[in-house]
């Protein structure tokens, strides 16, 4: 596999609109589309979230691709794989991701998180093996989470509009938007081969998918899925962009939306 600089033709459109771009372009289309759909917005039970009813739609399309085809393979592989194997599958592709980390944060101000992170990068790509191992932590350099959505809502930007995308997911039109950014920052952007950038792409997915095995069980006893995910999702990322300084309040938001939820059926 070759690496090479995006300055061919065409580059960056590809890398813009062959992956991360996707999301925000469908989330794009989805508010000019929606913008004057005053039924639909009456319908919405939540300001955050003026589209809910095609949002549902979509969560729903989803839902059942999850159902059908993902958790299960999810759980085959967990079954199937030894955990070292999978710590160093997930090590891997956490390190791939971290020069997202590190850029937002110096664009956030924190340099000495970014000098930490670019230590962690580092130590791990080399005597970690391009991050199968995590030598960095055994030294004491500490893990941190920030990309381009956090960075915007760090300079003031506004979250906008919650959407469900379909195939890919929640987002909002700021974290839609930045994941365009967070895409041109991960190494997997800069191979030439369409189809490796995929592949890594979806594997990447997939792993993250893996990760969220535990979850499935809390999830599934809320009384509302849809409004359950979408209060932890906004919350998550509120959390994130102020560093945990959230109102109390605001974190009680989940647990009300929840209050519904039916008990685990045996």
């Known amino acids: 596999m070759k690496l090479t600089k995006m300055s061919q033709p065409g580059d960056f459109a590809t890398r813009a609109f062959g992956n991360a771009g996707i999301r925000v372009i469908v989330s ?14 009456a319908l919405a039970s939540d300001p955050r979230d003026p589209f809910e009813p095609l949002n549902r739609v979509s969560y729903a399309v989803n ?27 997930s090590n891997a592709f956490a390190n791939a991701k971290y020069p997202v980390t590190l850029v937002n944060n110096a664009l956030q101000g ?34 941190n989470d920030e990309d381009f959505g956090q960075t ?14 379909p195939f890919f997911g929640p987002t909002t039109l700021r974290d839609g938007i930045g994941s365009v950014a967070d895409d041109f920052t991960e190494p997997r952007s800069y191979f030439e081969d369409d189809s490796t950038r ?12 893996v990760r969220l095995l535990d979850s499935d069980a809390v999830i599934d006893r809320a009384g509302d899925r849809y409004a359950f995910l ?11 962009v102020r560093d945990g300084n959230v109102p109390a309040e605001n974190l009680e938001d989940a647990m009300l939306e929840s209050e519904d939820a039916e008990p685990l059926k045996p």
Request: aromatic share 14%; proline share 4%; hydrophobic share 45%.
């Open 230 to 240: 979408r209060s932890v999702y906004l919350q998550r990322r509120e959390y994130q």
């Open 198 to 209: 995929w592949t890594l792409w979806t594997a990447g997915n997939f792993e993250r998918r």
């Open 28 to 41: 794009c289309a989805m508010f000019v589309v929606l913008a004057g759909c005053a039924t639909t917005t």
């Open 110 to 143: 924190k340099f000495g998180a970014a000098l930490n992170d670019t230590g962690r990068f580092v130590l791990n790509s080399t005597l970690g093996l391009c991050g199968i191992f995590d030598p960095a932590s055994d030294v004491g350099l500490g893990v």
């Open 63 to 89: 839902d059942g691709i999850d159902r059908a085809v993902l958790r299960p393979a999810a759980r085959a592989y967990h079954w199937v794989t030894p955990h070292f194997v999978q710590k160093g599958v």
């Open 152 to 165: 915007f809502g760090k300079w003031g930007v506004g979250t906008g509009p919650y959407f469900v995308v």
